[in-house]
C-alpha cells in the first residue's frame, strides 16, 4: 500500500499568516497516463470531506485563490495564504493513482 | 448540484449484517466509478471500496474483503455496501464518494456493538 505521510499533524496560526502542509508518498502518484492523481480535502468540525485540489495543484470551483498546491512524484505541499477563520478544519492528501486508495493522517488547523 | 445521500444507520451486534444505500442525483451517475470511504470515531479517512461505471470491476481493502460487497443499480441511481460478519472495527461512518473524491455524502454512523 501506499503510504501518505502528512506533516505537521497541528499547526496554528494567526488570521491573515500563511502555512504550509507536506505530504510525502512511499512511491511515485504519477499514473501510467502521466497524471498525479495527489488531492486535498479539507474536513470542517462535524461534516464530510471536500475536495480543495485535484491533481496535485487544481483548484476545485469555488475554492479561492489563497489555496494553491504544488509538487511532484513523491512529495506534495498545500500553502494557504492569508488563513481566514472558515479555514479550519482538518486537511488530508489523498491519493487515488494506486489501489488501495490511501490518505494522510491530517493535519489540524487551528486559529490562534 | 450533485448530491449524494446515505442511508442504512444503525446500531448491531458483532457478527450480523447490514446494508447501506446511496442515492446519486446532479450527474450521470452511470458514468463514474463510486467509492465508498469510512471514518472512525475521531480518527482518519479509511478507503474501503470502489466499483468502476458499469460495475465491471470492484476493488476492496483488505481489512473488509470477504465481508463487505459493493454494487450499483445504475437505473436507480443507487450505490450500496453489503455488510457481512461485522466487527467492533467497523464501527465509523460511512462515506460514499464520487471517483476522483470531488463529492461525497454525508455519511451515515454504523455502530458495531453488544
Known amino acids: 500500500d501506499v503510504v501518505m505521510t502528512q506533516t505537521p499533524p497541528s499547526l496554528s496560526v494567526a488570521i491573515g499568516q500563511s502555512v504550509s502542509i507536506s505530504c510525502k508518498s512511499s512511491?511515485?502518484?504519477?499514473?501510467?497516463?502521466?497524471?498525479?492523481?495527489l488531492h486535498w480535502l479539507l474536513q470542517s468540525s462535524g461534516r464530510s470531506p471536500k475536495r480543495l485540489i485535484y491533481q496535485v495543484s487544481n483548484l476545485d470551483s469555488g475554492v479561492p485563490d489563497r489555496f494553491s498546491g504544488t509538487g511532484s512524484q513523491k512529495d506534495f505541499t498545500l500553502k494557504i495564504s492569508r488563513v481566514e477563520a472558515k479555514d479550519l478544519g482538518v486537511y488530508y492528501c489523498?491519493?487515488?493513482?494506486?489501489?488501495?486508495?490511501?490518505f494522510g493522517s491530517g493535519t489540524k488547523l487551528e486559529i490562534k | 448540484e450533485v448530491q449524494l445521500v446515505e442511508s442504512g444507520e444503525g446500531l448491531v451486534q458483532p457478527g450480523s449484517s447490514m446494508k447501506l444505500s446511496c442515492v446519486a442525483s446532479?450527474?450521470?451517475?452511470?458514468?463514474?466509478?463510486m467509492n465508498w470511504i469510512r471514518q472512525a470515531p475521531k480518527k482518519g479517512l479509511e478507503w474501503i471500496a470502489l466499483?468502476?461505471?458499469?460495475?465491471?470491476?470492484?476493488y476492496y481493502a483488505d481489512s473488509v474483503k470477504g465481508r463487505f460487497t459493493i454494487s450499483r443499480d445504475n437505473s436507480k441511481n443507487t450505490l450500496y455496501l453489503e455488510m457481512n460478519s461485522l466487527r467492533s472495527e467497523d464501527t465509523a461512518m460511512y462515506y460514499c464518494?464520487?471517483?476522483?473524491?470531488?463529492?461525497w455524502g454525508q455519511g451515515v454512523m454504523v455502530t458495531v456493538s453488544s
Open positions: 464518494a464520487k471517483s476522483g473524491l470531488l463529492a
Open positions: 489523498a491519493q487515488t493513482t494506486h489501489f488501495p486508495l490511501t
Open positions: 466499483i468502476y461505471y458499469d460495475s465491471s470491476s470492484k
Open positions: 512511491q511515485s502518484l504519477v499514473y501510467s497516463d502521466g497524471k498525479t492523481y
Open positions: 446532479g450527474f450521470t451517475f452511470s458514468n463514474y466509478g
